[in-house]
């Protein structure tokens, strides 16, 4: 089928219309990364953080060796325990030298003597941190417990929140482009509307009518999702470095994983782009499909 | 062949414009619906196309039974039928080829199919140096014959023309005429509805008179009377 009359030119003859919906579209699919990867993002902290050793338990210098290890055995044996490990006086300011080691004057002044010696444990589910905590709470020469059920809660509300407003703020904007799209399509049609007439009037079928209204919906949502795309690469570069200072300490975070593929969200990996790539298009495929669908529909019934 | 049995319509505002009409025109025939403005020859080339459904009767063309068509379906009667308008209808925005290509993409036809039935076409209709003209840089007359043109290039059996010669100077109809019975003769089935008693009487073919909505006189070789 060749039409003499290109979808481009369509196009380019109302180029105001067609600037304010693919600018509408690619505003709500960059909102929609920015909010994907923020969630995406702080879930993987959020699971990299359970992961790790929650619950700490600092022993007194008199407390020997011996009742640790029963210690060790009796945290073992609740079953609620993933791991757990010990770090003796020399291990601690070995991983205090290590992180300070840029810092001299904060060297001099440590020795192994006041470090004290812990035992690092992780559980199988957060929901057993308290009880852990308990049960090593009234034993002889421990100092301190400390675990990071705050840090983690503090965090899990406000995934949450950033959810919940994300998904509000995708839906507003997700109507008001289906909207401005749906509008835009409609007045094209009203303005083809002899053409319409005479096409019909040839023998033209209904869908060869439709068909260079619903490309023209879709050609406006993939533009908005490369828009999308290439702005939301821009800005991840720029805000690496930030990342790398903000993250410092966090290996890798993943953001996909699909039958032993991982995807990694931090560090950036070159597959997370084409995975967003994808989903923008998705996204913009569905708004563009919708709001000339619903446009042909509601203006072209005969 | 194009078969009316009975046919009525009544159009909302309480109007008869056709009544009880009975009208049978064979294959290849040159027919010309003559009568006052008002007395049915627009609505039944309407009937004809399926635009419109009558209230009583039934239409048929060739083997479609156009009262009792499906919408999904009309596009094919449409492709039976070319229709030429006394406004011509053509889109302003697309230059003479582009107008008549509409009728060959509609049918899914190649670039170069399109391109050689084009060609055929301006020829037939005498305006082989405008392919590439807008409408509004032609005459009417140009215009009218370019009309004619998207009518026949595609598989259409049968022309329907609504006044076709209606806006047109006495030179301009002539030739509109000329070519509309040139078309007659490659053995296309030709309807015109028309008032112009000249060339009505000139040409001494089938002519079907309506009064009212009613068929008051239909004769082979007539004149307008």
């Known amino acids: 089928m060749t039409s003499s009359v290109s979808l481009w030119q369509r196009i380019r003859r109302t180029p105001y219309q067609t600037i304010a919906a693919v600018f509408m579209i690619f505003i709500t699919l960059f909102v929609m990364a920015v909010f994907l990867l923020i969630a995406t993002g702080s879930s993987a902290i959020l699971s990299y953080l359970e992961s790790k050793p929650q619950l700490t338990i600092f022993f007194k210098d008199e407390k020997n060796k011996t009742s640790i290890e029963q210690l060790t055995g009796k945290l073992q044996s609740s079953g609620k325990v993933a791991s757990i490990s010990y770090v003796s006086k020399d291990q601690a300011l070995a991983i205090y030298r290590e992180q300070n080691k840029n810092d001299p004057l904060l060297l001099e002044m440590v020795t192994a003597d006041i470090l004290p010696s812990s035992l690092e444990i992780s559980a199988i589910s957060p929901k057993y941190l308290i009880e852990l905590s308990e049960m090593v709470k009234d034993e002889p020469g421990i100092d301190e417990v400390v675990f990071q059920k705050d840090v983690v809660d503090t965090l899990i509300s406000w995934t949450s929140t950033v959810r919940k407003v994300g998904a509000v703020f995708i839906l507003f904007l997700a109507v008001a482009t289906f909207f401005i799209l749906f509008t835009t399509i409609g007045m094209k049609i009203a303005f083809h509307k002899e053409e319409i007439e005479i096409l019909k009037l040839v023998g033209a079928t209904s869908w060869y009518i439709k068909k260079p209204f619903i490309y023209e919906g879709l050609v406006y949502g993939i533009a908005g999702a490369i828009l999308a795309w290439v702005t939301i690469f821009c800005v991840l570069l720029y805000i690496s470095p930030f990342m790398t200072s903000f993250l410092k300490g966090i290996p890798s975070l993943t953001f996909l994983q699909i039958e032993g593929i991982i995807i990694n969200f931090w560090p950036f990996a070159p597959f997370l782009f084409v995975v967003l790539l994808m989903i923008l298009m998705l996204a913009g495929l569905i708004i563009g499909l919708t709001g000339s669908f619903f446009a042909v529909s509601r203006y072209m019934k005969s | ?225």
């Open chain 2, 1 to 225: 062949m194009i078969l009316f049995k009975d046919v009525t319509k009544k159009y909302p505002s309480g109007i008869t414009a056709v009544d009880s009409v009975d009208l049978e025109i064979q294959d290849g025939e040159f027919v010309f619906l003559v009568g006052p403005s008002g007395a049915g020859k627009t609505t039944i080339l309407r009937l004809i196309i399926g635009e419109i459904s009558p209230n009583q009767g039934s239409i048929t063309v060739d083997d479609l039974k156009v009262n009792k068509l499906k919408a999904a379906k009309l596009p094919f009667l449409r492709r039976k039928i070319g229709f030429v308008f006394q406004d011509f209808k053509l889109i302003t925005d697309r230059t003479i080829a582009e107008n008549i290509a509409v009728a060959l993409e509609i049918l899914g036809k190649s670039g170069r199919e399109i391109q050689t039935r084009i060609n055929e076409v301006l020829a037939t209709v005498h305006l082989e140096n405008r392919a590439n003209y807008f409408p509004r840089q032609l005459s009417f007359g140009e215009q009218q014959r370019v009309a004619i043109g998207r009518a026949i290039a595609g598989e259409s059996k049968i022309l329907l023309a609504d006044e076709p010669t209606g806006n047109l100077d006495p030179k301009a109809s002539w030739e509109i005429l000329k070519i509309i019975t040139n078309i007659n003769k490659t053995g296309i089935t030709v309807i015109t509805a028309t008032h112009n008693v000249d060339i009505v009487n000139s040409l001494n073919k089938r002519v079907v008179k309506l009064f009212n909505g009613k068929i008051i006189h239909d004769e082979k070789k007539s004149k307008y009377l």
